[in-house]
């Protein structure tokens, strides 16, 4: 039983991790919706990570073909991982730097009072996307990291219900403090980054890269609270 428990709490906060990467992306993508659909969103994302991974799970012999090399291209092997973690990593440098650029120069301008709402399917389509990447992201590590299924499939239903418990605590502290929204913009601009780079095989080492966002965050912290104290 103690063998079987260390692999599933180490898969359940690698898969936490990877959570709060979708808890992030999604909340500022609900944030440009109504207020009534804000949580439909939220809850709605977090679902279909699940039943994404739940379902990945089921076909696992055909995740791991994944790995397998399709084609070479300037001596460089590309697989079907591969070509979606390059996807996904554009896709999500793409999105960060087009938030980011909204939210520091023209979020004041006129530009952005008659900017429409956004729909709820658009917002909805674009969050798949990125459960999709980091989804098959997180199946082939598990399989990497434990060969019981049942192992898999408790880690999955525990951070699920993690990840829905914490979607909105995080989300309200990002809207209240607009300064950890361009930093969570940032995480996620990095997050492409590291995707891009894996899916060229330069792998850059996820606790150098988690070790960064909890350094930024808490020098954010910081100055959050220097700034409140001098106001005070």
Known sequence: ????????????????????DNIIFISILADKLPEENRNKLRYWGIGLAMAMRLGLLAIVS???KLDQTLFTLFNIDFSGKGLILIFGGLFLIYKSTKEIYHKTEIANSEISKTTPVKSFNKMLTEVIILDLVFSIDSIITA?????????????????????????????DFIQKHPSFKILALC???MIGVALLAEGFHFEIPKGYI?????FAFLVDIIQMKTIKQKNT
Do not use: C, H, N, R
């Not at 990291?145 to 979607?167: C, D, G, K, N, R």
């Not at 988690?210 to 909890?214: E, G, L, N, P, R």
């Open 1 to 20: 039983m103690i063998d079987s428990l260390i692999p599933l709490l180490s898969l359940i906060a690698l898969e936490v991790i990877l959570g709060i």
């Open 62 to 64: 055909w995740i791991l």
């Open 143 to 171: 399989v990497g990291m434990v060969q019981e299924l049942w192992i898999m499939y408790t880690a999955v239903i525990v951070t699920v219900i993690i990840m829905l418990i914490a979607s909105k605590p995080i989300s």
């Open 187 to 189: 995480f996620l601009m």
């Open 210 to 214: 988690y070790f960064s966002m909890a």
